[in-house]
């Protein structure tokens, strides 16, 4: 039986080994002045006590996220830890279905469901008995927890990554509940807030990708291709991959139909759905036959996942050497794989949803759609403008480096850990994280603040034109 799942006799949550990683080797691929201010900011939080909480060590973007952010937080000198909680079969179907409720589904859950979440989450707070400074809960699943477990003398951020912006009433009632007590919560977008959120302190958070995981780092052409060839693509064809969890917010579906119209222009074109199966995520195998019972006469579509030795290296050698990345989301909360596309060079043609137009804005990274059809064209455009195809991706990993590299996010994270313990601390910096300049659109703290818009007396600094003007189009929307 997997981490993760309910184990006979478990006596505390269990802890995932992510080994050691240092901050220094990210000179010179990250920016000097975030890993500047990440050593200083530090310096006071050295020896806290941190724990992730999460439902899952594999598979998906936060796991992902802290793979990378727990062993760089150690090497800060803040002592920190991810553990898993566990749960039995009516558990996870049940969080999956809060999951999709969060994200919009219009469900609510039944009796049995709402009793086996109170009785995972009892189950797993007796069994988180360690005392922390600093308590992350990662989505709903584990959300539960602080309702029985109390809050010791630790902080308690519940960080969510999907969006809540338009939550099932019902569902959203019963989650409520358990998030009375949380001392902040944090949301990849503003946009993302859900109704009547019962914590006060609030912060945007933008999640980020790791650019020396083995998802990430260089992987010389010659090696990649021969990944490729190993796994079945045939090097000589053009090539367009989606990368994601089998999930019907991601629309596989969508991707194999823009595929087929795609193809009658673009001669042999190849397409790779590469699905990873997570373990709290049950309805993947509905999804992997019908994509199966789609695609399995067609010898140009390839179906791989993590079962048949898709890992993170062969993800890093499709991202690298596929011609476009297609992540054709209807939902999405931020969506990694976009910038692990584009900090790989390659340009994406992606659902305009959640976090993908703050990584891939329209005309930086690649082309924004909302339909079959769009999609489609847009595969066939950017096929047949290559000049256009490198300046997108060129412009894309630009944006990545600035804004979506691990070390932002540890920044963001101690200077959310330093706000919480005002009053216990001192905070070293000569800039308060109130102070910290913000873009009230997509809320990502702006270091040098260029672009700017004047309302009421007041000055709102933004990270991009895009955003200036969105704000411009609506300014009572964000301020
Ligand atoms: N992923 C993977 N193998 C797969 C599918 C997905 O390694 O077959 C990874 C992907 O590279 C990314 C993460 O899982 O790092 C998915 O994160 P994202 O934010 O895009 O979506 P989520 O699954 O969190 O909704």
């Known amino acids: 039986m997997g981490q993760g799942l309910l184990e006979r006799g478990e006596i505390m949550l269990q802890t995932v080994d992510v080994g050691r990683r240092s901050l220094d080797a990210y000179r010179g691929v990250a920016p000097d002045a975030i890993l500047n201010d990440l050593f200083r900011h530090a310096e006071s939080l050295r020896g806290s006590r941190v724990v992730h909480i999460n439902a899952t060590n594999y598979g998906g973007g936060v796991s992902e996220l802290l793979r990378s952010v727990v062993p760089l937080m150690n090497d800060l000198g803040i002592l920190t830890d991810w553990k898993v909680i566990s749960g039995d079969n009516t558990f996870f179907e049940t969080t999956k279905r809060i999951h999709n409720a969060l994200q919009g589904a219009r469900i609510s859950l039944t009796k049995q469901e709402s009793d086996a ?87 945007i958070i933008p999640p980020a990708i790791d ?104 993800v890093n050698a499709l991202q690298r050497l596929s011609d476009i990345i297609v992540q054709k989301s209807i939902r999405e909360g931020f969506g990694l794989v976009i910038s692990e596309a584009l900090w790989k060079g390659t340009p994406v043609v992606a659902g305009r949803t959640g976090g993908i137009p703050l990584q891939a804005a329209d005309g930086v990274g690649g082309v924004l759609v909302e339909s079959v059809e769009e999609c489609a064209h847009a595969i066939i455009d950017l096929f047949r403008n290559p000049a256009e195809k490198e300046e997108l991706a060129r ?11 691990t070390p932002r996010l540890l920044l963001n994270h101690l200077s959310l850990m330093h706000t919480l313990s005002e009053g216990l601390l001192p905070f070293p910096q000569s800039r308060t994280a109130e102070e910290v300049r913000r873009d009230p659109v997509c809320g990502m703290a702006i270091e040098e603040p260029s672009l700017t818009s004047r309302r009421d007396d007041n000055t709102y600094y933004f990270c991009s034109e895009r955003c200036r003007s969105r704000f411009d189009a609506d300014p009572k929307r964000y301020v």
Request: hydrophobic residues 40%; contains cysteine.
């Open 117 to 203: 979440y109170v009785r995972n989450m009892e189950r797993n707070a007796r069994l988180f008995e360690e005392e922390y400074d600093y308590v992350f809960i990662h989505d709903p699943q584990p959300a539960g927890m602080l309702s029985f477990r109390g809050k010791g003398s630790a902080r308690w951020i519940w960080r969510c990554h999907i969006d809540t912006s338009d939550p099932a009433p019902d569902v959203w009632d019963f989650l409520r509940g358990f998030l009375q007590g949380y001392d902040a919560a944090v949301f990849t977008m503003q946009e993302f807030l859900p109704p009547h959120i019962p914590i006060d302190h609030v912060e």
């Open 395 to 405: 412009l894309g990993k630009e944006r990545v480096t600035e804004h979506f590299l």
């Open 211 to 314: 650019p020396l995981s083995p998802k990430n780092l260089h992987l010389p052409e010659s090696t990649a291709r021969q990944i490729l060839a190993w796994l079945g693509i045939d090097m000589d064809r053009p090539l367009i991959t989606q990368v994601s969890r089998f999930d019907p917010w991601k629309d596989p579906m969508g991707v194999i139909a823009s595929y087929r119209i795609a193809r009658k222009e673009i001669a042999n074109l190849q397409l790779v759905l590469a699905g990873s199966m997570a373990l709290d995520d049950p309805e993947a195998w509905d999804i992997y036959k019908e994509i199966m019972n789609e695609s399995q006469n067609d010898p140009l579509i390839h179906v791989l996942t993590n079962l048949t030795g898709v890992g993170n290296i062969e």
